[in-house]
């Protein structure tokens, strides 16, 4: 069974720059969750999709961050423009929608903001 | 959810059983105590989960107190691979619970020693 696919899994642009990231969920998993994860701490929460539909997106920078998951397969994560600070892990996450499934997650995407 | 408190770092001969420690002394009676663990450069990694009784599987053991203030994740035969940080996160149960989104401590280093 293939896992959780991202791309690019790693990314260097200039500050200003806009970025994009790619997420392929495990087939059949309904839920889709965003995660960044700073150098030294645990994965934080972006945000959580159910099928189509952005469930939790609470912790989501929204002036500079978007994210979209058409057709409830696929998703993006978009940044624009990038800033020095937002130099991280970006982690997608994917799992059934009931039940207490454990998170499937992908290798992620280091970006370089320089 | 409730807090969790891991020790930062911890080591273990190769071949031993490896005990990691987490005390969760405010955790609610409908939360989980769930571990995952990230081996460098990778997302993170479902291990075990529980309510109250302990828990085995193919990875691993999960011994929680009577009390559920605390619990200890045994790898009963550390390998070399078994390297990386090791989480310990408590979460709702209940209605979409299980697919909410999981909050990160720091977690504990474990270094299998050769």
């Known amino acids: 069974e293939a896992g959780v696919v991202q791309s690019p899994r790693y990314k260097i642009i200039e500050k200003k720059q806009p970025v994009a990231f790619w997420c392929n969920p495990i087939s059949g998993h309904n839920t889709l969750y965003w995660y960044r994860q700073n150098l030294g701490q645990g994965p934080e929460l972006l945000i959580r999709y159910e099928n189509e539909e952005a469930v939790d997106d609470s912790q989501l920078p929204k002036d500079r961050f978007s994210a979209e998951r058409l057709k409830g397969v696929d998703s993006t994560l978009k940044i624009q423009p990038a800033e020095l600070g937002d130099s991280a892990v970006y982690l997608c996450?994917?799992?059934?929608?009931?039940?207490?499934?454990?998170?499937?997650f992908g290798p992620g995407t280091r970006l370089t903001v320089t | 959810d409730a807090k969790t408190t891991q020790p930062t770092s911890m080591d273990c001969a190769e071949g031993r059983a490896a005990n990691l420690p987490c005390n969760h002394s405010t955790i609610s009676g409908n939360e989980y105590v769930y571990w995952y663990r990230q081996i460098h450069s990778q997302g993170p990694q479902y291990i075990i989960h529980g309510l109250k009784n302990n828990e085995t599987n193919e990875m691993a053991s999960l011994i929680i107190t009577e009390d559920r203030k605390s619990s200890t994740l045994i790898l009963p035969h550390a390998t070399l691979r078994d390297t990386a940080v090791y989480y310990c996160?408590?979460?709702?149960?209940?209605?979409?619970?299980?697919?909410?989104?999981?909050?990160f401590g720091k977690g504990t280093h474990l270094i299998i020693q050769p």
């Open positions: 996450a994917s799992s059934m929608a009931t039940g207490w499934y454990e998170q499937y």
């Open positions: 996160i408590v979460r709702v149960a209940g209605s979409g619970g299980g697919a909410d989104g999981l909050t």
